[in-house]
């Protein structure tokens, strides 16, 4: 028998649809978790939830095009309760209902265009479409700062990995045609301009397989907040330009080191985007490159060999961007380089045993948001 289409109605029940964008960080990486600064745009790639509010029933039912699998999560859910991708919806409802939020139960499909694994913040994509179109069928509506900070709390709290905030604020906050100048200790969010001209930005996709990534990202932010205590301050932020060279241990000292740049090429990168100083730009894409290569030790020998390529080609800069371990590398390229790099660059990294890179043009996009149902 057809399925009945949704009684628009009764209050409540109607389809509810939202939309969230992952991010491409351009600079600032590792340093949200330290009170530190970063310079993101939302991507034009995201996820959309689509929520048919049931009140008969204490559960969710959650169904992903990118999984075989339906997850059901009771309302009543805690941390543990359910694992995988379904943890990601299940921390949402969690949170919310842990802040007083009267979550109802029903039914909810997710699609998503943003390639999972590539370092361009699929889980928070998730999260925040999840958040926007709960909240709207409980009749609620959070400021965006309070959204980021609820997805961030289904994140470590639920789902068990320690991040901070860079991508949940990038998805929420996101602007088309502008990057987002992000001060990870007041939650100030600065709009900056992104005027490329002919020059292009792309996004190459490692697709090589990570590895302990959760166990890798959790030891550095460990070191970080070791370095501060060292140096007796409550986080790196606290920290002046150079304090670094106060640390004995030369792991901690590297560590801090990259915090602490990278803080720095924040600032600086923010003002050659505004100034329309694109090669400057695009070096301080290569020393933060250089930096979580050497200093914070996150990149891998592909995303060396796809940033060093890109260079190469004619690039003004290039950096892996995201987490680290893999993922996927941002690349500012005049248009003939571009052109090189789409048509050469994954034939050459391939050729080293590699797997074969994908290269996307991308642009700045808008933030999470309801989309109207059709
Ligand atoms: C991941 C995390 F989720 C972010 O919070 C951030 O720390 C990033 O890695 C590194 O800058 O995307």
Known sequence: ??????????????TIRAYAPGR????????DYNEGFALPIALQLGTTVSFVPDPATDSITASSDLESH???????????????????????VWALRERGTDVPGGRMSISSDLPVGAGLSSSAALECAVLR????AAATNPDRRTLALLAQRAENDYVGAPTGLLDQLSSLFGEVDTALLLDFRSL?????????????????????PHRNVAGEYRSRRLACEEAARHLSAHSLRYIHDDGWRELRDDVLRRRARHVLTENRRVHDAAAALRAGDLPGLGRLMDASHASMRDDFEITTEGIDLIAETARKSGAFGA???????????????????????RTALPDRVEQSGLPRPTVTPVRPGGGAGLQMAR
């Open 1 to 14: 028998m057809a399925e009945a289409p949704p009684d628009r109605s009764a209050p409540g029940t109607a």
């Open 188 to 208: 100030q969010v600065t709009p900056v301009p992104v005027d490329l001209g002919t020059t292009s930005l792309l996004v190459i996709d490692s697709r090589a």
């Open 133 to 136: 179109a709960l909240t709207a």
């Open 24 to 31: 491409v960080n351009l600079i600032g990486e590792h340093t």
């Open 70 to 92: 339906s997850v059901r999560i009771p309302l009543n859910t805690a941390p543990g309760g359910v694992t995988g991708w379904g943890a990601y919806v299940a921390g949402c």
């Open 319 to 341: 950096r892996m961007t995201g987490g680290g371990f893999g993922g996927s590398v941002v690349v500012l390229a005049p248009a003939e380089a571009a052109q090189r790099i």
